[in-house]
Structures are given as structure tokens and as C-alpha cells.
């Protein structure tokens, strides 16, 4: 076998999270590398991959197929359900033991010695700002230096999975920065435009130029300059959950997560497990299509709490 082919059917927070496990494939197995998904191909450009062609003639349900000399490799974290359901989700403890069958197949094809290291932290994503768009990071850059209030991030984007919510909460959002002018907000989607918004909320597409395709990497530079980070769990939220972030004491997360009534506390985020050195908190939401009361009332104590 000369090649491996990782594949993945799902989002692109998927080809984020899962980045650094593949990298140390990259790195350690003597192979050709393709990757092969339906979402664009910025995503693994700082992989120096390049993405080849869809996954949809293969099966998602599987975590490594043979075909001839090639071997693919699933990169989605839901493809070995047991192992998902077992730690609740999303989280490093799923990737961590997922990807140690992984390794025993690869290593198997291609007689290679990959091992899982000890430090499960050292897997957070980690980002090559290098390749990113220049002329965005300038204007970003530029932009946040003449800001020197508290800075906070609002990932208020719809997801595109069932990891949260899927109502707006724009109007909390006004609500809030009206009453925190000391604080700046930046939301990654806009919010409608109204005469009585304040002045201190505003949307990425403000501060430069949004790339029609993907941001997202964008997205998650902006985010290493941000004091706060809030989200719904999903794609731009996703892309903030870095190293470089989770391992900056100064820095807050906080995120929202639709609640698992099989576990006590909440299991699907990245955090989970992990020692992290910032500040980390997750609110449990009840409901994904409809606020209830409970939920808007903890959405808005929990902001209200991490930008003091």
C-alpha cells in the first residue's frame, strides 16, 4: 500500500477537530496523502493537503477501507458510534480512544509505529496563520489594536448540527451591549439592522472583508485577539477551540450545549477531560428549536456573568 486517503461526509468543524491526529500521520507514515470531502479546501491547507474529490461513494459508517493500494481513513468522530455514545459525544476522550484503533489499522498497512501521546491536550487543533489572507489579518489586526476595552467574541451562527440551539439571540445581544458599554462585541453573523442598535456591537463583516467560500480560519485568527468567546458550540465557535486559546489564561470560553439527559453534566465539548489554562464554562440548553424560558434566562445570566 503507498497511499492513504482521509475522508470525511460531515462539517468543517469536523476536519478542525480531528486536524492534529491527522498531522501526526502526515508526519510519521512513509505514504502519498489525499483527502477527500465535500468542504473547501482551505480547511486542511495549513495540512498541506490538498481535498481531491467527495467521500459520498463511500461508506461513512466505516473507520478504514481498503481499496487496492490505498487505504482510507475516516476521519469523522461519530464513525465508530459505540466509542462515541460511550464518552457522550464530541470530546477528546472520543477522539483520543478513536484514534488509537485507528493508528493499530495504519500501522498494520503500512508497518508504521504510530502511538497516541500521553498529553491529550497536545491534540487540540493548532493553527498556521501564514496561511491565511494576508490583507484580512492586516485589517484585523489593525482594526483590534485601536480597541482597548474588553474585546468578546459572539459566535451567533446557525449550527448545522443538533450540538445546541437553533434559535437567534440577537435580540438578547442588543439588550446586553446597551447595557455593558464598557465592553465591545463582535458577532460572526450580522444582526438586524435597527435605528436603536448600540454602537458597541458589531458584526466580522465591519471589520473586513468576508471571504464568500470560508472564513473560518479568519474567524479563529480574530478570535486569539478576543477576551470572551461565546458560542453555540458549532463552526465558528468550533474553529476558536484551539490550542493556542484553550492554553491562554487570560482568555473565557463560553459555551452553550444542548443537554444529554443520559449524562449528569455536559459531555460534547472539546474541553472536556482536558487541563486547560483559560477559563472554560458550559450552560446545559433544554430545548433546540423553541427558547424556553429557562434556557434564555441562563443564556443571558451566563453572558452576563463571564464579560463582568
Known amino acids: 500500500m503507498n497511499k492513504i486517503v482521509f475522508f470525511n461526509h460531515y462539517h468543517r ?25 465535500n468542504n473547501p479546501n482551505v480547511l486542511v491547507s495549513d495540512l498541506n493537503l490538498e481535498i481531491t474529490d467527495s467521500p459520498d461513494s463511500l461508506d461513512k459508517s466505516k473507520a478504514l477501507l481498503k481499496q487496492g493500494d490505498t487505504l482510507f481513513v475516516n476521519t469523522w468522530v461519530g464513525c465508530q458510534w459505540d466509542i462515541f455514545c460511550k464518552h457522550g459525544g464530541i ?3 472520543t477522539f483520543y480512544e478513536q484514534w488509537e484503533i485507528l493508528f493499530k489499522g495504519i500501522n498494520k498497512f503500512f508497518g508504521s509505529n504510530l502511538e497516541l501521546r500521553d498529553n491529550k491536550e497536545s491534540y487540540l487543533p493548532r493553527m498556521d496563520w501564514s496561511k491565511i489572507d494576508k490583507k484580512i489579518k492586516e485589517k484585523i489586526d489593525v482594526y483590534m489594536d485601536m480597541i482597548k476595552r474588553k474585546k468578546v467574541l459572539i459566535c451567533n451562527n446557525q449550527p448545522a448540527s443538533n450540538q445546541s440551539f437553533l434559535y437567534d439571540i440577537d435580540s438578547m445581544l442588543i439588550k446586553l451591549a446597551k447595557e455593558n458599554a464598557h465592553v465591545r462585541f463582535f458577532t460572526t453573523d450580522p444582526i438586524p439592522d435597527r435605528e436603536d442598535n448600540p454602537a458597541n456591537i458589531t458584526s466580522l463583516e465591519v471589520v473586513y472583508d468576508r471571504l464568500q467560500d470560508c472564513d473560518l480560519r479568519e474567524i479563529s485568527y480574530f478570535s486569539t485577539l478576543c477576551d470572551v468567546i461565546i458560542g453555540k458550540n458549532s463552526g465558528p465557535y468550533v474553529f476558536a477551540e484551539t ?5 491562554d489564561p487570560f482568555k473565557s470560553f463560553l459555551s452553550f450545549n444542548t443537554k444529554n439527559p443520559e449524562f449528569d453534566d455536559i459531555k460534547e465539548t472539546m474541553s472536556n477531560g482536558l487541563d486547560l ?10 430545548s433546540i428549536d423553541k427558547p424556553e424560558e429557562k434556557d434564555v434566562k441562563a443564556i443571558m445570566q451566563a453572558i452576563e456573568d463571564v464579560i463582568k
Open 243 to 247: 490550542h493556542e486559546n484553550y492554553m
Open 91 to 93: 470530546n477528546m476522550n
Open 13 to 37: 468543524g469536523d476536519l478542525h477537530t480531528s486536524k492534529e491526529f491527522v498531522r501526526q500521520v502526515i508526519n510519521n507514515v512513509d505514504a502519498e496523502f489525499e483527502y477527500w470531502s
Open 277 to 286: 489554562k483559560c477559563k472554560y464554562k458550559t450552560v446545559p440548553i433544554y
